[in-house]
């Protein structure tokens, strides 16, 4: 049957993420110890053992000067040997209907490869994100960066307000709450990755992530003419041959370079399509995939 989490099933949940994905403990850990609350989670249970759950996440979804209730659809798994027997399609029909019903306007999901977009279109699910990805060698990176100015702390309020800012233009992006922002950067942390701010007031930010000799920046945002700023703090706090940015495709910094391609889906759940937002490169992001 399917229903909403208790707070006595963090266990539990805590085993079907490892199981499922493989991650070390401390990884559902961090979720279910600081961003958990059972209206936000959906098992399916079987008898007393629970079967599969998924995680809507509280968001929002940027149309125009307004913002639209939304969640965003995570770690959504199934023990493996009660798979194929359509209980995650449950747990995605009745999530329609519980966000519907608490004024989610849309839900959206980063599926982990192909297959998973052809399984989340089943259920209504389209692609909409777009994410725009390029190389930029060390050297490009010196040749652009000003002084590093010392490590900044981050003040996670005044960067994801440079984060919608920064987004404001593109409409159908999707935004997190201070919360949720920081959430998203500590479950990052947790997978190893790291936060790296160009200075204390909150002009630029980078997520990254160290993968062989390059690093990999998996947001970066920046206020105008702050990127010199953030690449200092890059090139002393990530040293690598090469910089891989994931960026929006209409705002960022090396506007018009690099491949653009689909990043997330969206599916409309309360009265409103996709095409009523007018969508301009729209961006998920922070998505903690």
Known sequence: MVEFAKWGMRRRLADLWQVS?????????????????????????????????????????????????AHYVYAAATLPRFRSRGYMSSLLAYAAIAGADRGDRFSAVLPADEGLYRFYEKFGYRPFFEARTLAVAAGRMRAAAAPVRGRALADF?????????????????????????????????????????????GSAYALCRREGNACTVLEAMAAEKSFPLLAGALLEQ???????????????????????????????????????????GPYLGMAMD
């Open 21 to 69: 994905f493989g991650d070390p403990r401390r990884c559902p850990l961090f979720l279910l110890n600081n961003s958990f609350f059972p209206r936000n989670c959906l098992v399916y249970r079987v008898g007393d053992e629970i079967a599969a759950a998924v995680y809507l996440l509280p968001a929002s979804v940027l149309a125009g000067r307004e913002d639209l209730q």
């Open 157 to 201: 309020r005044r960067l994801n307000t440079l984060r919608g800012a920064c987004l404001a233009q593109c409409a159908g992006s999707v935004l997190w709450s201070d919360r949720m922002f920081r959430f998203a950067a500590g479950l990052s942390a947790v997978y190893g990755d790291r936060l790296i701010c160009a200075d204390s007031g």
């Open 238 to 280: 990530m040293p690598a041959e090469e910089y891989r940015f994931r960026l929006p495709a209409q705002a960022g910094p090396f506007a018009g370079e690099g491949e653009t391609r689909p990043f997330g889906m969206i599916r409309p759940i309360g009265g409103t399509l996709p095409e009523d937002l007018t969508p301009r």
